[in-house]
């Protein structure tokens, strides 16, 4: 009887929380991360960039096709549910890139208080937060974004160095020195957004700093 009870509890639970393939929107087993077409256009190695400064960064997918759709979905349709479905990803490029490194925190991008009440989650904390998770690792907010400056994605690459200067300061110095950090982000293109909180970061005289995007611009 608890059997059946037990069925019957997990095909509701089904029904009423439909888990979708955050790449293509099509409806997927509860205990799958994507659909099986989708996954057969994930690369097979991550991506490794470096951010301004010489801070290296790694992705598990090109910000293109279906991965580009799965980003603009989860920042502006409101699929934050996504966070959980996408991190799996990123973690599988932290664990490889970073195999022989070890990390006290996890940390994100802020954003500006404004642009977080327009949208309501910073996506970059969202997939920070479930990282830190799979990971088994602490989560901390150490960044606080001080100027809504203009957005990296509506100015040239070669202006966006100078856009994020002064924007990003530190919430509490005694949390970051000494820390080994890993910081979270949805996109690297130029690399001038991580860049800037990886120095700012450096200033307050942390430890090693690497990153992690779930994509990467081929773009610049």
Same mark, same amino acid.
Request: glycine share 6%; charged share 25%.
């Given at each position: 009887?608890?059997?059946?009870?037990?069925?019957?509890?997990?095909?509701?639970?089904?029904?009423?929380?439909?888990?979708? #393939?955050?790449? #293509?929107?099509?409806?997927?087993?509860? &205990?799958?991360? =994507?659909?099986?077409?989708?996954?057969?256009? +994930?690369?097979?190695?991550?991506?490794?960039?470096?951010?301004?400064?010489?801070?290296?960064?790694?992705?598990? +997918?090109?910000?293109?096709?279906?991965?580009?759709?799965?980003?603009? &979905?989860?920042?502006?349709? $409101?699929?934050?549910?996504?966070?959980?479905?996408?991190?799996?990803?990123?973690?599988?490029?932290?664990?490889?890139?970073?195999? $022989?490194?070890?990390?006290?925190?996890?940390?994100?991008?802020?954003?500006?208080?404004?642009?977080?009440?327009?949208?309501?989650?910073?996506?970059?904390?969202?997939?920070?937060?479930?990282?830190?998770?799979?990971?088994?690792?602490?989560?901390? $907010?150490?960044?606080?974004?001080?100027?809504?400056?203009k957005t990296q994605h509506s100015i040239k690459a070669a202006e966006r160095a100078k856009n994020v200067i002064g924007v990003y300061s530190p919430i509490d110095r005694n949390l970051i020195k000494g820390k080994r950090i890993l910081i979270i982000d949805d996109i690297i293109t130029t690399g001038s957004t991580l860049g800037e909180c990886a120095r700012i970061?450096?200033?307050?005289? =942390?430890?090693?700093?690497?990153? =992690?995007?779930?994509?990467?611009?081929?773009?610049?």
């Open positions: 009887m608890t059997h059946f009870i037990d069925k019957i509890y997990s095909r509701i639970k089904d029904f009423l929380f439909t888990v979708r #393939c955050p790449y #293509c929107g099509k409806v997927i087993e509860p &205990n799958k991360k =994507c659909c099986d077409k989708c996954k057969k256009e +994930f690369p097979k190695f991550p991506f490794v960039r470096y951010a301004t400064g010489g801070y290296i960064c790694t992705s598990p +997918f090109p910000y293109d096709g279906i991965f580009r759709k799965a980003v603009l &979905n989860f920042k502006f349709r $409101n699929c934050g549910a996504y966070a959980e479905l996408l991190s799996y990803e990123m973690v599988r490029a932290i664990k490889d890139v970073y195999s $022989n490194k070890e990390f006290d925190i996890v940390t994100c991008v802020p954003m500006h208080k404004d642009t977080l009440k327009e949208r309501g989650f910073n996506q970059a904390e969202l997939l920070a937060r479930e990282c830190a998770a799979l990971l088994g690792m602490e989560y901390g $907010n150490l960044l606080v974004k001080t100027k809504k400056n970061l450096n200033k307050c005289k =942390c430890g090693e700093i690497c990153c =992690c995007t779930l994509c990467t611009s081929l773009l610049l």
